[in-house]
């Protein structure tokens, strides 16, 4: 003992408790082991590296000049039919969600049950791929919009369905106490006590969703969704580079323009 | 008691709104019309129904044969390395590309260069830029991981630049007042700030690349997605819903690690 006994060692300051420490080391050792695996065991050919500049090179000499023939032949139907896609398919998705959004809602219906069936259709319908939902409906359908929007469609469930039902939730009971005691009936609290509360999250979800959705429904003709990405899909196969030029320009062009309309959407109205 | 004025109507509670009425009478009119553009009609659609009876009749009990889980195993453990692979070089490639997209730190012409750039990557589907590397550097994983590469720099790099726009200057400014060089600046003041956020968005990221490495098989990128595309040119639809299911999960257990990941670094 020393003679004062309070000189103590002076007070460590540590930021984390030592088992968040080992939590955090065995988190960046998993990182590390996961991606040494990755690198060592992937299968990536040396030889094709090799040419990839000339490669490169080729693509955009073949793109080059762009076939702008091509394009009131063949892509601008193809272009109307994309933008119909999208907009019908987020049209039918924000109908969809909503009925499943009132489900999952849970100071609207005040089942358990209901609410975690709504809440796995939401998880399972994002959970496939906008692509992988278009093979399905391609396979029932047969080619074409119809098998595009659907999957357009039952892919936004689970985002637009997940928001709204946020908004829903966050809803205030106020003007809900009042219809009840009113006597209102339950369609009528729903458009005249929730709606207008929801109204301006709804359709910045929906604009939001559509923005995504022209994006999507733009490369879904690749797998038979119909659209631009069908056009972009002959090009390849036939390897008309310059075709395949006008189809990518077309794309990035509708893409910044539905960016530039969604955000004067935002800006306006919401 | 009728003590309402002459001449004003009495107030109805919940008055007709015009605008929104003919609004939808116009959305109606358009889902019409652009149903008729897009060739729609009931019909087709009933027998695609009669058509899902058959399939899901097929696709009925999922395919668990010994060849089929190899080949998925195969197809799975080559999606997941596309996934790491391409969130750690697109995470460590997404933070210089941010703090030059940054406006408070970078200058003028490199912070304008940095966001066009972001805005060409952000604007491209993965799918377009998996078919332009599949010419470039042929098919295989390697076409997968640039793909989402450019998908994680779009998405990161923006959130980086948007959260180093947001932070506190004090910092920066106490460590600049020191005389430091700007890779001390970087490490000590804006990096701390940011860091927090970033996992969190870099475990989105991993969640959206693990996604999408399902996705760019279809054009010849490598992973599952290549064999899901081809169980589906051969019919084999009971492992086609093997695929999907494995997919799911796995899209599942991601969204947990993400989430474990996000709690643990906040």
């Known amino acids: ?270 | 008691m009728s003590a309402l004025p002459h001449g004003q109507p009495p107030r109805v509670a919940f008055p007709p709104n015009w605008p929104a009425r003919l609004g939808m009478v116009v959305l109606v009119l358009y889902v019409a019309y652009a149903s008729t553009i897009l060739d729609l009609t009931w019909n087709r659609f009933v027998v695609g129904l009669q058509q899902g009876g058959k399939f899901l009749a097929r696709m009925f009990p999922p395919d668990f044969a010994h060849d089929k889980v190899s080949l998925l195993l195969i197809g799975m453990t080559e999606s997941l390395q596309i996934a790491i692979v391409a969130t750690v070089i697109g995470i460590f490639l997404s933070l210089p590309l941010g703090l030059a997209a940054a406006r408070n730190l970078a200058p003028r012409p490199l912070a304008w260069t940095a966001r066009a750039l972001i805005a060409v990557f952000r604007s491209l589907h993965p799918i377009i830029v998996a078919i332009l590397f599949v010419k470039a550097v042929g098919f295989g994983a390697l076409a997968g991981i640039l793909a989402l590469i450019v998908a994680s720099l779009g998405f990161l790099s923006k959130l980086v630049a948007e959260s180093v726009e947001e932070m506190s200057m004090k910092p920066v400014e106490a460590v600049r007042a020191t005389g430091s060089r700007l890779l001390s600046v970087i490490t000590m003041s804006v990096l701390p700030q940011v860091i927090p956020r970033f996992i969190g968005f870099a475990a989105y990221q991993l969640d959206s690349n693990l996604r999408n490495s399902a996705l760019v098989g279809i054009v010849g990128g490598g992973g599952i997605g290549a064999t899901l595309f081809t169980a589906f040119q051969r019919f084999d639809y009971d492992f086609v819903l093997t695929i999907v299911l494995a997919i799911i999960a796995i899209v599942m257990v991601g969204e947990i690690v993400s989430g474990w990941m996000r709690r643990m670094f906040q």
């Open chain 1, 1 to 270: 003992m020393t003679p004062a006994g309070t000189v103590a060692r002076p007070r460590q300051w540590q930021r984390f408790s030592l088992p968040e420490r080992i939590m955090r080391s065995a988190f960046y050792l998993l990182v590390i082991i996961a991606v040494v695996w990755s690198l060592r065991t992937i299968e990536i050919i040396p030889e094709f590296l090799y040419d990839a500049p000339q490669q490169t090179g080729d693509l955009f000499a073949r793109m080059w000049p762009i076939d702008w023939s091509w394009y009131p032949k063949v892509v601008h139907r193809a272009l109307m039919e994309t933008l119909h896609t999208a907009t019908l398919g987020t049209i039918l998705a924000v109908i969809l969600a909503g009925l499943v959004s009132l489900m999952v809602a849970r100071n609207i219906t005040r089942s358990v049950v209901l609410n975690a069936v709504g809440r796995f259709i939401l998880v399972a319908t994002r959970s496939v791929h906008t692509m992988v939902w278009a093979l399905f409906f391609v396979a029932l359908f047969g080619p074409g919009a119809l098998a595009g929007l659907l999957a357009i469609a039952v892919h936004s469930i689970g985002f637009t369905g997940k928001f709204l039902a946020e908004a829903i939730e966050e809803a205030k009971p106020g003007p809900i106490e009042a219809l009840v005691a009113a006597g209102a009936s339950p369609l009528a609290i729903l458009i005249k006590g929730y709606w207008p509360q929801v109204k301006p999250a709804f359709l910045a979800i929906a604009t939001f969703r559509w923005d995504i959705n022209v994006r999507e429904s733009a490369v879904l003709g690749l797998v038979g969704g119909g659209g631009l990405g069908m056009a972009l899909d002959t090009a390849l196969n036939n390897l008309y580079w310059d075709q395949v030029g006008l189809v990518l320009v077309v794309i990035f062009a509708v893409v910044i323009v539905t960016e530039i309309v969604t955000a004067w959407i935002r800006n306006r109205i919401i």
